[in-house]
């Protein structure tokens, strides 16, 4: 009889773990979700770093040199020096001629 209990004890316990290993909060489902979720979060930081990098090479450049902000007020803001001519040239499809 003692050796039925301890044999439905253990089976009982056997169950248990399995069930905390395939459902539970430690499951390998849930760990493998979770390893995706930590590699795409390396992959994201990544990429922010990257931007991070190029953001803080762009401002040591704007706190360096003149030249960059020129360039930029030039391109984006349309600046144009005293005594400069300012010419644009806007492309467009070639007009056939007229037709009689």
Same mark, same amino acid.
Request: with cysteine.
């Given at each position: 009889?003692? @050796? !039925?209990? +301890?044999? %439905?004890?253990?089976?009982? &316990?056997?169950? +248990?773990?399995?069930? =905390? +290993?395939?459902?539970?909060?430690? $499951? #390998?489902?849930? #760990?493998?979700? &979770?390893? =995706?979720?930590? =590699?795409?979060?390396?992959?994201?930081?990544?990429?922010?770093?990257?931007? @991070?990098?190029?953001? $803080?090479?762009? #401002? $040591?450049?704007?706190?360096?040199?003149? *030249? %960059?902000?020129?360039? !930029?007020? !030039?391109? *984006?803001?349309?600046?144009?020096?005293? @005594? *400069?001519?300012? %010419?644009?040239? %806007?492309?467009?499809?070639?007009? $056939?001629?007229?037709?009689?």
């Amino acid at each position: 009889m003692a @050796n !039925r209990v +301890i044999s %439905i004890v253990l089976f009982a &316990l056997l169950c +248990i773990l399995q069930a =905390q +290993i395939w459902w539970g909060r430690g $499951s #390998v489902h849930n #760990v493998s979700k &979770l390893a =995706q979720q930590l =590699q795409e979060q390396r992959h994201l930081n990544a990429q922010a770093r990257q931007a @991070n990098e190029r953001l $803080s090479a762009e #401002v $040591s450049d704007l706190r360096e040199g003149l *030249e %960059i902000v020129e360039d !930029r007020a !030039r391109s *984006e803001l349309g600046m144009v020096k005293p @005594n *400069e001519l300012f %010419i644009q040239i %806007i492309q467009g499809k070639p007009q $056939s001629p007229p037709t009689k």
